[in-house]
C-alpha cells in the first residue's frame, strides 16, 4: 500500500518561468525510507511544502496516508511528522520545554510516545536544561527529531536534515532513520548528499523540478550505461581542461581525488591513447583504471 | 484547552527571557510617562526676562515683586534704558521685557489709567503668547487687589473657573494621551513581531503542520500581551496620580474596562501587520511609523483636534486612541461614568470587532 502518491504535481512561483515542480509523479510505500535526492534549487523542499499541506499545488494531486492534500489538509497534519531544513525550534526554550510543547501542541504527552523516541533522546537527555539555541548542529537536529516525532507520525518528513551536520552525527542520524523504519514509519527525506542516496531503500534523482530516474540506488548504479574511469595525474585541474578538450572522452568530472571520465565506444583502444595523449601534454604520474560508478555519476550522467 | 495554556506558556517564557522584549515592555511607558510629565510640557517656567522701570515708585516696585514671586519668570537683570533691550534679546536668552514709564504710580493714582509696555520674543509665537498671558494676568491681579477699597464707577468681574484641572496643569492632558501612546504601540509591536519571529525562524511552518488551530495560534499570542499591557497600564496609572498628581476620579473598573478594549484593538492591528510581513523589522517599521505619527498628531493631546481642516478631522475618527483619550479624560479626570462615554466606547469596541475579524480572515493557514 503506498503511503505518499503524488501524480503529476505542479508547482510554480509568481514568476512563471521558475518551475519549482514539474508535473512530478512517484509513490512511496507505506514503511519504506525514501530519499529525494538533488542539489539545492532542485525542487525537494517545495515538493515536501505541498505534500506537508504547506502549499498548493498548481496541477497535479497528491495524497498523503490516503488524504488529498488540498482537501484533506487538517487529517494530514494530524497524521504527519515534519523537520523542515532550517532548525526550526524555539531557541530561548530549554530541551525539554521544546519537546512538552510540541507533545502538548499534538495532543500527547512524552510519556505516551516515549519508546519511539527513547533511542534518541537519551543523547540530549544530559542537555535536557540547556538552551536549543546553545546546542550543537548534530543534537538540533536529533532534539528536532524528537519533536517531530512525539506524536507517532504516520508518514514522517525530513527536509535535508543532515545539511550542516558533522560526518559522525550524519552517520547516527541514518542509523536512527533505519530503526524508526522498523517502527513501520513511512519516511521520505531530501538530501543533497549523494553518498547518502545509498542509504535509502528507493531513491528519486531530482533536478530542475523534474525527476531524473526512481529506483533503489542499486538498480540506478546497475543500469549506468558504459564503462566508467577514474584517472589522474600530478597536474589535476589541467587535467580536467584537457580531457574535457579531447574527442574521445564522452564526459568528464572531478570526482574526490581522481576525475571520473566515460569514453566513446571503442575504449580498449582509446584507453592507450589516452595515456600517451596526456603524457604528450605534460601531464605525468598519470593512473588509469577501470571504476564502478556511485550514484553521483548516475547522477551526472542522467543530467545530460 | 491543554494546547492552549501550554503556548501561552511558551509565549511568556520568551518574553521573559527576551531582555530587550521586557524593556521594550516596561521600559518604554515608564520612560514616556516621565518624560511627557516633567520634560516635555506646554508650561512654560522659569522664563528669563529683563525690567526697564523709569518710575521707581510704589506701584512697579510692588508689580515687579509680583512677577519674581511667579514660577513662570525669573527677573535676570534691571536696565536703566530702554535702548539696551535690543541688546538683552540678543545676547541673553531674554524671553519677555517689561518697561515701566516714568510716574507710574501717579498716573494710576490721579488718572486712573497708566500704561506699560510688554515687549516679547516672538520667534516662537506659542510661547510668547503664553508669556504675555502670564505677564497680563499677574498685572491684573495686582490692579484688582490696589483696587479692592476703591469706588470704580462701572465694573465688569470675569470670574474663570478653570473646571477639572484649576491649576492648568500640562500632566492631565499628556497622561492620558501617553496612555493611549504606550498600549497602541507595546501592543501593535509585540503581537506583530512576535508572530513574525514565528515565520522568519520557521517554527511557524511546524505549528501550521500539526493539529493545532491556526485560530488558536493567533488568540494564545494575544493573551500574554493582553495581560502584560494591563500591568503596563497599572505601572502608569500608579506612576502618574504618585509622581505626576494626576487623580483618578472615575472608577477604575471602567478605565480598565476601555483600557481592555483599546488592547484588544491594538492586537488585532498588530496581527493584521503580522500577515503582511516576513521579516520583524519590517514588521517593527511598520507598527512604529504607521502607529506613532498617527496617534501622535490625531489623538488630540499634542495638537487639538478642532484646529485641524474638517479632511483631517474626519481622518482623525479612524484613529482608536483618538477615541480612548476622550474616555480617559472623561473617567480619570471628570470622574464621568459609562453614561457619558458609552458612544465612544461603542464605537471603540466596533474597531476591535472589525479588526479582529479582518485579521483572522487574512490569517494564512498555509505558507504562501
Given amino acids: 500500500m503506498a503511503d505518499v502518491i503524488l501524480s503529476k504535481v505542479l508547482k510554480t512561483y509568481n514568476n512563471p518561468e521558475v518551475v519549482a515542480v514539474n508535473e512530478v509523479s512517484f509513490s512511496v510505500d507505506h514503511g519504506e525510507l525514501f530519499g529525494l535526492i538533488g542539489p539545492d534549487g532542485a525542487g525537494k523542499t517545495s515538493l515536501f511544502r505541498i505534500l506537508t499541506t504547506l502549499l498548493v499545488p498548481e496541477g497535479g494531486s497528491a495524497t498523503v496516508n490516503g488524504f488529498d492534500v488540498v482537501k484533506d489538509y487538517k487529517q494530514i497534519r494530524e497524521r504527519v511528522g515534519y523537520m523542515p531544513g532550517k532548525f526550526s525550534l524555539y531557541q530561548d526554550l530549554t530541551v525539554k520545554e521544546n519537546l512538552e510543547f510540541f507533545a502538548t501542541v499534538f495532543n500527547t504527552s512524552i510519556e505516551a510516545n516515549y519508546d519511539l523516541i527513547e533511542d534518541i533522546y537519551v543523547q540530549i537527555e544530559p542537555f535536557k536544561n540547556r538552551r536549543a539555541g546553545n546546542l550543537s548542529g548534530g543534537m538540533k537536529q536529533k532534539l528536532a527529531l524528537c519533536c517531530a516525532l512525539i506524536h507517532r507520525p504516520k508518514v514522517l518528513f525530513l527536509d535535508e536534515p543532515t545539511t550542516g551536520v558533522d560526518t559522525v552525527s550524519r552517520k547516527e542520524f541514518w542509523h536512527m532513520l533505519k530503526r524508526l523504519k522498523l517502527q513501520g514509519i513511512t519516511i521520505l527525506v531530501s538530501t543533497p548528499y549523494m553518498d547518502e542516496a545509498m542509504l535509502c531503500e528507493r531513491i528519486a534523482l531530482i533536478q530542475n523540478g523534474r525527476i531524473l530516474s526512481i529506483n533503489t540506488p542499486e538498480n540506478i548504479i546497475a543500469d549506468y550505461p558504459g564503462q566508467l574511469y577514474a584517472i589522474r595525474s600530478d597536474k589535476m585541474s589541467k587535467l580536467l581542461k584537457d580531457l574535457r578538450a579531447i574527442e574521445n572522452v564522452s564526459s568528464c568530472h572531478a570526482f574526490g581525488d581522481f576525475h571520473h571520465i566515460k569514453l566513446h565506444e571503442n575504449h580498449q583502444v582509446a584507453q592507450l591513447n589516452l595515456v600517451q595523449m596526456l603524457n604528450h601534454l605534460g601531464h605525468t604520474d598519470l593512473e588509469l583504471q577501470p571504476t564502478s560508478p556511485t550514484i553521483e555519476d548516475c547522477f551526472i550522467h542522467l543530467m545530460h | ?368
Fill in chain 2, 1 to 368: 484547552m491543554k494546547q492552549f495554556l501550554a503556548f501561552v506558556k511558551k509565549e511568556f517564557y520568551h518574553v521573559f527571557r527576551d531582555p530587550k522584549t521586557l524593556l521594550l515592555l516596561f521600559g518604554m511607558p515608564i520612560a514616556q510617562i516621565i518624560l511627557f510629565g516633567f520634560a516635555l510640557t506646554n508650561e512654560i517656567k522659569n522664563s528669563k526676562i529683563v525690567v526697564c522701570d523709569y518710575a521707581h515708585d510704589r506701584a512697579t516696585r510692588q508689580i515687579i515683586d509680583k512677577i519674581e514671586a511667579s514660577p513662570n519668570f525669573k527677573v535676570q537683570e534691571k536696565l536703566w534704558n530702554h535702548s539696551q533691550i535690543e541688546a538683552a534679546f540678543k545676547t541673553g536668552d531674554i524671553k519677555l521685557a517689561i518697561v515701566f514709564p516714568a510716574n507710574f504710580n501717579e498716573d494710576l493714582h490721579h488718572f486712573n489709567t497708566a500704561q506699560l509696555q510688554i515687549i516679547a520674543d516672538a520667534s516662537d509665537p506659542n510661547t510668547a503668547n503664553t508669556l504675555t498671558n502670564y505677564a497680563a494676568s499677574i498685572i491684573m491681579d495686582y490692579q484688582k487687589e490696589s483696587t479692592k477699597n476703591m469706588q470704580i464707577p462701572m465694573q465688569v468681574n470675569t470670574q474663570v473657573r478653570m473646571l477639572y484641572n484649576p491649576e492648568l496643569k500640562g500632566v492631565y492632558n499628556f497622561v492620558p494621551g501617553v496612555m493611549a501612546l504606550v498600549l497602541l504601540l507595546v501592543c501593535v509591536l509585540m503581537t506583530s513581531v512576535s508572530i513574525v519571529r514565528e515565520k522568519e525562524l520557521g517554527t511557524m511552518e511546524v505549528l501550521l503542520v500539526s493539529p493545532f488551530n491556526p485560530m488558536l495560534v493567533i488568540v494564545s499570542k494575544a493573551v500574554p500581551y493582553f495581560f502584560l499591557s494591563l500591568i503596563n497600564l497599572t505601572i502608569i496609572l500608579i506612576l502618574s496620580s504618585t509622581i505626576m498628581g494626576m487623580p483618578i476620579n472615575g472608577s477604575i473598573f471602567l478605565l480598565y474596562f476601555a483600557s481592555s478594549i483599546l488592547i484588544l484593538t491594538a492586537l488585532a492591528l498588530g496581527l493584521l501587520i503580522s500577515n503582511s510581513t516576513d521579516s520583524q523589522q519590517a514588521a517593527m517599521l511598520i507598527s512604529l511609523m504607521g502607529m506613532l505619527m498617527p496617534t501622535l498628531l490625531f489623538t488630540g493631546f499634542l495638537f487639538p483636534l478642532e484646529n485641524m481642516p474638517m479632511a483631517l478631522q474626519i481622518v482623525a475618527n479612524a484613529i482608536p486612541s483618538k477615541w480612548y483619550y476622550i474616555i480617559i479624560k472623561s473617567v480619570m479626570i471628570k470622574g464621568l461614568g459609562i453614561a457619558s462615554i458609552w458612544k465612544e466606547l461603542l464605537i471603540l469596541s466596533g474597531m476591535a470587532i472589525l479588526l479582529l475579524a479582518i485579521s483572522m480572515k487574512k490569517f494564512k493557514t498555509r505558507l504562501a
